[in-house]
């Protein structure tokens, strides 16, 4: 029983650099083999791998989707594959691998060789037992921006934060949990949309429940929150402030154009607005908002979209 690794090239030449002994290393498997041997080792078709002598496959390709499969066909089981590249694939490779790895390699080296693509940490902060979270981890993007975005702004950009549009405070919380020193305003009508704004009778159900109180119960810094309940902009009686970020997530045009006409003159140089469902199909009057926001002011807004669930939108001041 041995270790075999896929891939005869720079990845594998990393990964004995990286402390693994070409001695432990039983063959190399390439796809499309350059030499019959790899640093005195044979490499080998997939199709010659000896399955049954493989205790483990470490992967040094990025294709891990396309060898996953190939392995499987071959009758060798995910518990014996360490993939360390992975070709755009948010789905850890490894889960069920890391036993024997460990056994094998030791943790300190596996430690050394496993792949870290998840190089922020909010979704552990919000897996956290002080954040538990609920639908929001879906979106490891969008929390990632957040975060690095709210690094950005640390101790450069001066201001509040704020959203507009809070529902149960899923994204607030993260804004309060990243910001902890800034103020956050947090507008909702916690009773859902303005009627004639273009919610369905189901979605308007869904954001009826919401309460103010609740919404605070769950930031984990309530001493820095300012809640703003009502309807959007006559809620705010006249306050004034300025802002660091401000997400802005109401669904519909004619409370996302408010918003835009209310915090970009009051966003402070160097800040962001994050303009969520820009690039989704389903509820256009973001994107409707921002481009009619742009034609009164008469020029458009440095921006750079996200690859989020919902097509965000980073509006650069
Ligand atoms: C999609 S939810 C917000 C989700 C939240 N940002 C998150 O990510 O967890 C949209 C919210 O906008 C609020 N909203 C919509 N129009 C509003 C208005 N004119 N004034 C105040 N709140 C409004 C609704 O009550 C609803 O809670």
Redesign the pocket.
Known sequence: MGIYVWGAGCGASQLISKGLEIGKISAFVDSFPVKSDFLGRPVLRPEELPVADCELLIVTSRHSGDIAGQCSRLGLDRERILFLKNHCRLEDMNASCTTAAEKLLGGELLERLLPRQRVISSPALLSSSALPERE?SGDYVRLAALELICRRLEGKVPGAAA??????????RCINSLLPGRKLYL????????PG?GAEPALQAA?ES?GAEAVLARMPHPDMVRLYP???PA?LKGLEERFCLV?L????AR?TL?GLRWFWPRLNAGGCLLL?DWGNPELPGAAQALEQYEAELGSSIPSIPLPDMKGSLALCK
């Open positions: 929001l959203e507009l549009g809070v529902y149960r405070g899923d994204f607030a507008f909702d009508s916690f009773s859902g949309f303005e704004d954001h919401a009502g309807y959007f809620s997400s997530d109401v669904d519909f409370p408010e969520h």
